[in-house]
């Protein structure tokens, strides 16, 4: 085995360590994957429609990870909830760490949406998703410690491992709440979910072990100025022991034909990320790659990994509201709920 070959071997089991010890997929663009970030905003948007995707390639120059989702959702017609409303909707969403472990995860979600001041001004939102996962590794390339012969590793001895199958299946449960506050030129909005509600067991060996469950607490605010919108936001997650912050704003220029999106998002003692897009006719595109500084940055080289998002709106009385915006950029745009 030459020295790459093993690098990547042991990066490897620090994946498999990590998964194992629950792990979740993540999107640094956090606020393009609603669905994913909490099933309370699924329906939670100006229009009647929305359809996305997602799609992440991290270190790719060493040890590839590879993520991507496709999403959809919609509302219930609002007239017979009177300031109520009921969003559904469904996510396939799959990762890849080194082309060895692989995570499928078919998802339905739903919402209620609560009016409480007249016009939206102020929603209380709850809801709840229940998907399928398939979680499989392919043991061809992989060596283990048994495999050691004094002098290196080799195939040719038993690895003694107690894998019961390489694929299993189990079921994953989530629940989130959304609170949304909002005038024409500002407003504020404080959500939180948890994920993995019924821990799964997601052990390929006979000894038991539980997913950990996540718990994320996520909000931000906007303000309008003239043509420009600022949009700061915050996302905190927590699993057994693991920690995640990303925190930043995009600010959002009212131009013609489009709108021009420009952030900057810094995931604390990781990675600065610089994210650029657009909005024109409810497509919303947004580009956004990570910049390493935290404790990898000597194997990384500052290379993250990039990441792109894509979205439409169906069915908008605002021809300029897009899956998460319509905030009220054009002169004639009015606040809708939203959250991007």
């Not at 359809?51 to 017609?77: C, H, M």
Request: charged share 20%; aromatic share 14%.
């Amino acid at each position: 085995m030459n020295i790459r070959k093993l690098y990547i071997t042991i990066i490897l089991f620090v994946v498999t360590l990590l998964s194992a010890k629950a792990q979740d997929i993540h999107f640094s663009q956090f606020y393009s994957a609603p669905l994913q970030l909490n099933p309370a905003l699924t329906g939670y948007f100006p229009c009647v429609l929305r359809f996305g995707l997602n799609y992440r390639s991290q270190w790719a120059g060493f040890a590839p990870f590879k993520t991507e989702a496709v999403w959809g959702d919609g509302k219930i017609n609002k007239r017979f909830f009177r300031n109520d409303w009921v969003g559904i909707g469904g996510m396939i969403y799959g990762d890849q760490a080194v082309e060895m472990l692989k995570n499928i995860k078919f998802m339905i979600s739903g919402a209620y949406h609560k009016g409480l001041i007249r016009g939206d001004m102020l929603t209380v939102n709850v809801g709840a998703s229940l998907g399928l996962v398939n979680k499989s590794f392919n043991t061809d390339g992989l060596l283990f410690d048994s495999q050691w012969n004094g002098n290196t590793f080799t195939s040719s001895i038993d690895a003694d491992e107690n894998f019961v199958d390489n694929s299993i299946f189990y079921l994953d449960m989530n629940v989130g709440i959304f609170a949304d506050f909002k005038k024409p030129k500002y407003g504020a909005f404080l959500g939180a979910s948890m994920n993995h509600l019924n821990a799964p067991d997601i052990s390929f060996t006979t000894r038991k072990e539980n997913l950990g469950r996540r718990n994320v607490i996520h909000g931000g605010g906007f303000y309008k100025r003239g043509n420009v919108t600022l949009k700061p936001q915050f996302m905190f997650s927590t699993q057994r022991k693991a920690r995640e912050v990303i925190l930043g704003t995009n600010f959002i220029f009212a131009l013609k034909p489009f709108d021009l999106y420009l952030g900057i998002w810094d995931r604390i003692s990781g990675d600065v990320i610089p994210t650029i897009g657009f909005d024109w006719r409810g497509w919303l595109v947004l580009f956004s790659y990570d910049v390493n500084y935290g404790d990898l940055k000597p194997i990384t080289g500052m290379k993250g990994g990039w990441e792109i998002s894509l979205s439409k709106t169906l069915g908008c009385k605002d021809k300029g509201s897009s899956a998460f915006g319509g905030i009220g950029l054009g002169k004639n745009r009015k606040p809708c709920p939203a959250y991007q």
